[in-house]
């Protein structure tokens, strides 16, 4: 009743999708994970640098990490064991992650 605009995107088709975020995801965990409490400069990140994250996990974690984003890209009424399946993939993968010291 006030005007102005409503954006709606999705549902996103493009399987690459998922594992740019996921990609960016990776990059903004190790980063932070990496700081020092007591740096106070700004956090650089830099995502066009080195390799894609998502690109260094392994075969048999990726295969079933895109069955999972491809049943929920076609199935927008996924059910919750899914989702709950795909969060725990993807904290499996932010904890093998190495951090640096």
Known sequence: P???SELRVGPL?????????L???VLHHRLVAERNHA???R???DAAAGEHLA?????????????????LRNDREAD????RSLAVE????LAERPVST
């Open 55 to 71: 690109d260094t996990i392994d075969h048999e974690r990726r295969k079933r990490m895109n069955v999972m984003f491809t049943s």
């Open 43 to 45: 956090l650089v990140l």
């Open 23 to 25: 990609g960016r995801a």
């Open 80 to 83: 919750g064991t899914l989702r």
């Open 39 to 41: 740096r106070r400069e």
């Open 2 to 4: 006030l005007g102005g």
């Open 90 to 93: 993807i904290a499996a993968l």
């Open 13 to 21: 088709s493009d399987p690459n999708v998922p594992w740019v975020l």
